[in-house]
């Protein structure tokens, strides 16, 4: 098939769920510090660097560290997170991922990560998909984080496609708006009512058919 559409994944929450996994490492963080955090808390981490992260959440406790104590609790969480997601393997792929990803390998669709994860090559080498990636931009590759569209124009170039030829996967408001900033085509993945702002919405990739992959790419 020859076209010219790029397609852009977010990764947690999108091809893989390892929110839990950040959640409950978080969590055990917070609670060592002497506070606790909710899932509702943790909602409005998604798409959020690290350094923010960890920010919100003292903000959250009402704590105050120095710059060493800062570096050593994001290295901490960030241990105890891998620990969590050690053992992943192509079965946690999200619902409906795998049937896309066949379909866009098999029809030689290039598509790329955009992700604000850290760890987004060890998960996608856990899930056996590292290599279907034409390029991966993850945390370590990007300055500023969702909803400015640096990740996504990064992934783009990493394609070789121009930015308004390409489709991004999303599962977060900021991820959608960064999307949208870079003037990409934003599906979103998850609850329309609060991923209003993308161009299309499904409640996950269960209800993404090969019909509507093939139009969205050939557009």
């Known amino acids: ?60 406790g009402n704590k105050t560290v120095t710059e060493e104590e800062f570096e ?21 792929l999200l619902p409906g991922v795998k049937k896309v990803l066949d379909y866009l390998t098999k029809n030689d669709i290039s598509f790329a990560l955009g992700s604000a994860s850290r760890n987004a090559r060890p998960i996608l080498k856990g899930l056996k998909i590292e290599t279907r990636f034409k390029g991966i931009v993850d ?39 960064a999307a949208n900033r870079a003037g990409m085509i934003s599906i979103g993945i998850g609850d329309k009512n609060i991923l209003k702002d993308a161009d299309y919405n499904f409640a996950d990739f269960t209800e993404i058919n090969i019909e509507f992959v093939q139009k969205i790419v050939r557009k």
């Open 1 to 60: 098939m020859n076209n010219t559409k790029g397609i852009i994944f977010d990764l947690d929450g999108v091809i893989v769920d390892t929110a839990k996994f950040h959640y409950l490492a978080w969590r055990k963080m917070a609670n060592d510090l002497g506070f606790d955090i909710t899932l509702e808390q943790n909602e409005q981490l998604k798409g959020v660097s690290r350094v923010h992260s960890l920010q919100q959440i003292l903000g959250w």
């Open 72 to 92: 050593r609790l994001m290295a901490s969480k960030n241990e105890d997170y891998l620990a969590r997601i050690a053992h992943m393997d192509d079965s946690d």
């Open 139 to 177: 945390g370590n590759d990007v300055t500023k984080a969702k909803p400015n569209p640096e990740v996504f124009l990064i992934a783009a170039e990493k394609l070789g496609i121009a930015s308004e030829d390409c489709i991004v996967f999303e599962d977060s408001v900021a991820g959608v708006e």
